[in-house]
């Protein structure tokens, strides 16, 4: 069986996610719009939504196709002071979006290129947010 392209963004960032930094997929029959991975580590925790964009060169709005259930989890997790990230992935890399207007209203084609990173360096990233290196 072949995995989703979502499924295989996503293994590609935790390929490289630095071990110090638990991570939990998530998925519940029952319970709608919580995001794929949580992340902990010891500075904060993180929840992620990862999408996927079937094309390598955007020529619209970027904006993550998130349900209602999602983006309605999200913002009020976000309301609360909870970290929640969406990161949308395609061939290339893929882009974080942190701020919620940008996931709510999308970004313009040219900044979602530039913005791109590579699976490596979103997991940095992640790694960076959640876990402090101990000296």
């Given at each position: 069986?072949?995995?989703?392209?979502?499924?295989?963004f996503t293994?590609?960032?935790?390929?490289?996610?630095?071990?110090?930094?638990y991570?939990m997929?998530?998925?519940?029959?029952y319970?709608g719009?919580?995001?794929?991975?949580w992340?902990?580590?010891?500075?904060?925790?993180?929840?992620?939504?990862?999408k996927?964009?079937?094309?390598?060169?955007?020529?619209?709005?970027?904006v993550?196709?998130?349900?209602?259930k999602?983006?309605?989890?999200?913002?009020?997790?976000?309301?609360?002071?909870?970290?929640a990230?969406?990161?949308?992935?395609?061939?290339?890399?893929?882009?974080?979006f942190?701020?919620?207007?940008?996931?709510?209203?999308?970004?313009?084609?040219?900044d979602?290129?530039?913005r791109?990173?590579?699976?490596?360096?979103i997991?940095?990233?992640?790694?960076?947010?959640?876990?402090?290196i101990?000296e």
């Amino acid at each position: 069986m072949s995995r989703k392209p979502e499924t295989t963004f996503t293994n590609g960032v935790h390929r490289h996610l630095p071990v110090a930094v638990y991570h939990m997929k998530n998925h519940n029959d029952y319970v709608g719009g919580i995001p794929d991975v949580w992340y902990s580590g010891n500075k904060n925790d993180l929840w992620v939504e990862y999408k996927y964009l079937p094309i390598s060169n955007p020529r619209s709005v970027v904006v993550p196709d998130l349900s209602p259930k999602q983006l309605y989890w999200i913002t009020g997790r976000r309301a609360e002071g909870r970290n929640a990230w969406v990161i949308v992935g395609y061939k290339p890399g893929g882009v974080i979006f942190t701020d919620l207007d940008d996931i709510r209203d999308g970004i313009l084609p040219d900044d979602f290129l530039a913005r791109t990173l590579d699976r490596k360096v979103i997991a940095e990233r992640i790694g960076a947010f959640c876990h402090a290196i101990e000296e």
